[in-house]
């Protein structure tokens, strides 16, 4: 059983200790947080069902007079585990890896963190083999990380030459205050970040993108203009996507008619947090143009970097050597796939 | 055991279903529901945990092509339990009746349908007595349910003479797409149904209010103006609702900010949909002038009204005719209050 | 001096009117509706600078009531004018053609009528000599309309073979409540239309697309992949745009940061409601890759058909032969383009 | 002629510019900023209508790069003027003053600043008297001054003892992109400040509110509950309002539906910036219980406090000491309540 801490418990750290705790591999010794947030507290209302661990003992009291226990510092969590998952806000990530070092533990930074702070950074479908043994992971973002996995089915059954991507993103997440837009589209200098990263991780694919902030709470939309080595039909596509465990093709005519469709079906599936796993794209969003292949995909931003994360647990601790193997065993854990098979 | 039937599988339908299964004193007999929409379709994702029943057999093909099994017609469901639970859109639980009075069975209908629908208007706390063993009661509506409770908490300790509201509500709930606000306030004509409603519930307060229309999803929030019969102090009023198993003081210093933290909380609670039963009330936001009282609310609007229809079920069929254990039950099976008692 | 009437006041409607007066060639005979909006309420608050006709006698006495004079009935209108723009709601413009085939008057219909209601689709940059003398044009869409403005530009210069676009719609206009979206985007079949109106009026260009709704009410943003003939650079696409008199080049890191801030500097330039008849295309989002070259445009959805439509009424009244002579006039009497000569 | 300076170009300040410039009895020096906003790039656009002062040396380049033409400092604005409006950020006002002082000029500061920034905290209509002849007033904020507007209104006839208010806020301004709410109501403890607000300028009123942000962006809505020393009806009340020359009662019925309707109806009567100097009262929120008086008022953020602030002027440069010449002048020249006469 692989030992496994969370730093930083909020939007992405509860998805992953949750995420954790159903890999049967896996152990989730604790999360770490710094403060008493309202993730801390529904912690606590729901009776610790995760040991909790302090970054700091500057807010011993704050957790204290909020009546929620604490299992020891951060420090004491990273000297218990095998492996770090760090979830905390940019830039903490680098700091914390100072700790990480000093015990000798692994660790799997987010997309926020800046890409030195890893040896590797990670995709678990497109350069599993990159993360093998490697003590320091850093994971894609969300948007990078749904749109690779989109791009990487269609590449490896019919090679992909170059892609231009339209991120039209969400601009907070559901419960966020801190930032938001209001009747308002807000376009980023060109080329996003996304466009770049996918060429880090898929270096013989020329990608370039546009990333719009629209007022929404709940799935970025990309959209995707690919150019195939060899000519890819719509049917070719959608059998590509409906065979890939974390893909889900929807259609627009059942009722799936944009980000908060799937947001409500998770919700109505009794996923917790109604939370989805699998990107989304919509059946009749596929259209070729020439050579070309265009569609529509939905990257739900909560969840979807969670099965990355544990396929990226499989490869820096080497629990997995294969590829294919080890994203299998996350999705069996995670329940991915299976509802295709019913 | 008391057998349930839930005409309407959508946002209220779903939820009293889930309801009606948690209740240890009672069975839910099934669900109908008239097309394939996404609840039905999450409904068989999950390997139909509750029988479907078909309210027109025109539509048998398109649940077949989805692949749904169907367990009969909604008046072979009517025929098997004891009640019906009338979710569905406003206008056809008044034809719907005709089938429950066919073969004599109770029902309860939610607030769109009109108040002639049923014998008695019914709000668990406020008036359980008036439904005890009466056919048809209508529930007050989600604004209106909440409402009541934080009114009748306050009136049954210190007395109510007058209420003037104002209705911040949320114009559509997740997922929809056939009805939104853009950028836009919307005022409705004054007085607003609720402040009438209350009335109809609680004649011996004067009521009066205006509502406006906000383009959000998660929670309506209620200003409330209540001129007591004698003196309630912030603390009263504080020790009132800290009582109440339905009612959850929170303070924004704790970080619930607004209605969207609130929903926020309920998904990191892990509650099934992110939904919460009790209504919220800001510590920060009760204030006393003069011999005034005001506070404001917020309103769960998926899910408010359910525990208060299992009351109903409770006084409709006699299961309880004292008022106090009846809410009692219903929370317990719920889960509510008991948080507080940690 | 060309006479000119216009059918419908709306959100199209009252620009078309302030467009025509301002044609120092044309003459504002009148404008038509059918009932009092708040539209035909501001004419009469601003003691009515264009003559009102009413397109229905049914509901005169409730212009009567409003103290809203006539000037006669829209039948009365078209008898009196050379040219009539129709800016009437989808469908009735069709059946108004009944009414100017009679007087045998020329009408130009906007982008809400089916194609068959007119002789030619009509661009005034792009296939104005096809406008020339006929009696019934259709205008292309807001956002085809801005698509095909900076496309055009692109392939006279350097000739483009196929485009790839993503709309970001608008999803209301400011003002409306009988639309709109709350926190949610919502995805078409694709292609979108505007992508197949591209390859009407530009027939030699292959063209597909993707459109998303968004929540936001001012302007619309599309991004474009665009493969020329030959290579464009950033540099090139520059040049074109800028010098082009529909076209804005505007900088995020001047502080346009997205649709919002255009609106906000139409506002702040005191044009007339604030609008825009330029598109803009950012500067920062120009990107190629490749042979390709992609871009984002902003497109004020309420005006910017106004100076195509200007154009189609030199056409279809043969005041210019010359294509480019005719846009010069238009621009000269809407003011484009003088702001970059200063 | 009274001379007047404005410092700050944003928001607020463009419009007082605007405003002052409307004013026969006085005279617009100039305005100042600190940086190259799209406030003055769209100044230089239109060809510098006002001159131009720069707050701060620091950023003289930034300006000539710009190519935008300066006057000189504020410092040397300050010297030429009678009296200064200032509309800067929150905070900097309170160093303006030491300028304004050395120079022993007059200066009217804005709802941002502290209250002891000023002589008097200033209305128009509710206290004019106790600003004649101070050096420094600040104005009410935006929702104060257009909630005095209306309770002052009914105060002055029928005599007012108690308001309790609910404040459903705009969160940011059309073009703002440094803060908003997406999918989110956020509320404030209370009693929010514009009832203590209230309180300072009518002390014989006892005022309480809560304050709800919304996420749009044209006008605020504020519902009010007042006690009045005796009965108003709702024909009182309309009446009362309809006589104000800077309320316009409005109604639903005639298709004003919200804030947006209004903001929509200032851009269709042409108004520079769609902007509008009086609140709006819907007839149809008109409602009474028993006693108490309950209603609706629209409250446009930009433009509202242009009009109380010209007034302002008035007072504390003793060119008018009658309160109601002082504001009919003011009503005069910004065209307030004429449209009523017509």
Chains 1, 2, 3, 4 share one sequence.
């Not at 907070?172 to 801190?178: F, M």
Request: proline content about 3%.
């Amino acid at each position: 059983m692989i030992k496994v801490g969370v730093a930083g418990y909020g939007t992405i750290g509860q998805r992953l200790a949750d995420g954790v705790a159903l890999q049967k591999d896996m152990e989730l010794v604790g999360v770490a947080d710094i403060t008493v947030t309202l993730a801390v507290r529904a912690l606590k209302e729901k009776g610790m069902p995760y040991n909790l661990y302090l970054a700091s003992l500057d807010n011993r009291e704050q957790f204290e007079q909020a009546g929620i226990p604490i299992s020891g510092t951060l420090e004491d969590l990273v000297q218990k585990v095998d492996i770090m998952l760090d979830a905390t806000s940019a830039g903490i990530g680098a700091k914390n890896k100072e700790l990480y070092k000093k015990y000798g533990k692994k660790a799997i930074f987010q997309g926020g963190e800046k890409n030195d702070v890893a040896d590797v950074f990670f995709h678990g479908y497109a350069n599993y083999e990159k993360g093998i043994g490697k003590q320091f992971l850093k994971l894609t973002s969300c948007n990078t990380t749904g749109l690779i996995r989109a791009v990487d089915c269609l590449d490896r059954i019919f090679g992909i030459d170059k892609v231009a991507i339209t991120i039209i993103r969400r601009v907070a997440d559901p419960g966020d205050y801190h930032r938001g837009l209001t009747n308002a589209l807000q376009i980023d200098k060109a080329p996003s970040h996304q466009a770049l990263d996918l060429m880090t991780i898929m270096p013989h694919i020329k990608a370039t993108g546009i990333l719009v902030h629209t007022p929404v709470t709940h799935g970025h939309i990309i959209t995707v203009v690919a150019k195939p080595k060899k000519k890819i039909t719509k049917q070719n596509a959608l059998e590509a996507f409906n065979a890939h465990d974390r893909i889900r093709v929807v259609k627009i005519e059942d009722g799936f008619l944009g980000n908060a469709s799937l947001f409500k079906y998770a919700r109505d599936l009794g996923n917790p947090r109604g939370d989805m796993y699998e990107i989304a794209i919509w059946d009749e969003s596929i259209v070729d143009s020439g050579d070309d292949i265009m569609f529509a995909i939905n990257i739900p931003q909560e969840a979807v970097v969670i099965p990355e994360t544990m396929d990226g647990i499989r490869a820096a601790m080497e629990m997995e050597t294969d590829r294919l193997k080890a994203v299998a065993a996350t999705n069996k854990y995670l329940g991915l796939g299976t509802w295709k098979q019913k």
